[in-house]
């Protein structure tokens, strides 16, 4: 399987900030590579998917990049409800995930 | 609105069986792949496995750890997928939920139920 490897683990940051979290695969998965942001007591939601292209509904302040083994998601203007939980995911096959990013409020 | 809702969770023993079902609204549940995806407390989520729609055979694909132990079923008449446990083991003490797929790629997670949790404990 494709191990996903985050960092930061746990991120502090305030609202209007800008962060970047980044996501490593042991192996190419060109640009199938997915976000998602959960909540606690929530189901993970799709937020990027192919690396870049933004879910419907999903806010412009949030954008992906990257392909091979080196991705990131960035967030910009960090706002109250963004404090939760990100994984990335690969998608090129058997799927796996990332341990996650914690993103807390400073 | 699509709404998944999954349901059949509880407490179990090791080693018995149980059986969770994931029922579907608001799109053509024929048409989309179903996966069964988990989540152990305090981790990442797991993808468990999934089962094609009928066009594509109906055929379903297991994650390692689950391969031989749980089945995945589907009734498209009642727009129900089903996930059959066996032989469970305290270690597939999750949360589990179901979710479809984006019709681009099987493996792109686009819509989750609620979530149904499972402990196994004697």
């Known amino acids: 399987d494709i191990q996903m490897t985050q960092s930061p683990s746990s991120l502090s940051a305030s609202v209007g900030d800008r962060v970047t979290i980044t996501c490593r695969a042991s192996r190419s998965v060109f640009t199938y590579l997915n976000w998602y942001q959960q909540k606690p007591g929530k189901a993970p939601k799709l937020l990027i998917y192919?690396?870049?292209s933004l879910e419907s509904g999903v806010p412009s302040r949030f954008s992906g990049s990257g392909s091979g083994t080196d991705f990131t998601l960035t967030i910009t203007s960090l706002q109250p409800e963004d404090f939760a939980i990100y994984y990335c995911?690969?998608?090129?096959?058997?799927?796996?995930f990332g341990q996650g990013t914690k993103l807390e409020i400073k | 609105e699509v709404q998944l809702v999954e349901s059949g969770g509880g407490l179990v023993q090791p080693g018995r069986s149980l059986r969770l079902s994931c029922t579907a609204s608001g799109f053509t549940f024929g048409d989309y792949p179903m996966n069964w995806v988990r989540q152990a407390p305090g981790e990442g989520p797991e993808w468990i496995g999934f089962?094609?729609?009928?066009?594509?055979?109906?055929?379903?694909e297991y994650a390692a750890s689950v391969k031989g132990r749980f089945t995945i079923s589907r009734d498209d008449s009642k727009g129900i997928a089903y996930l059959q446990m066996n032989s469970l083991k305290t270690e597939d003490t999750a949360v589990y939920y179901c979710s479809t797929s984006r019709a681009s790629n099987w493996y792109d997670f686009d819509h989750w139920g609620q979530g149904t949790p499972v402990t196994v404990s004697s």
């Open positions: 089962i094609r729609s009928q066009a594509y055979g109906g055929t379903t």
């Open positions: 192919a690396a870049s």
């Open positions: 995911q690969q998608s090129f096959n058997t799927p796996t």
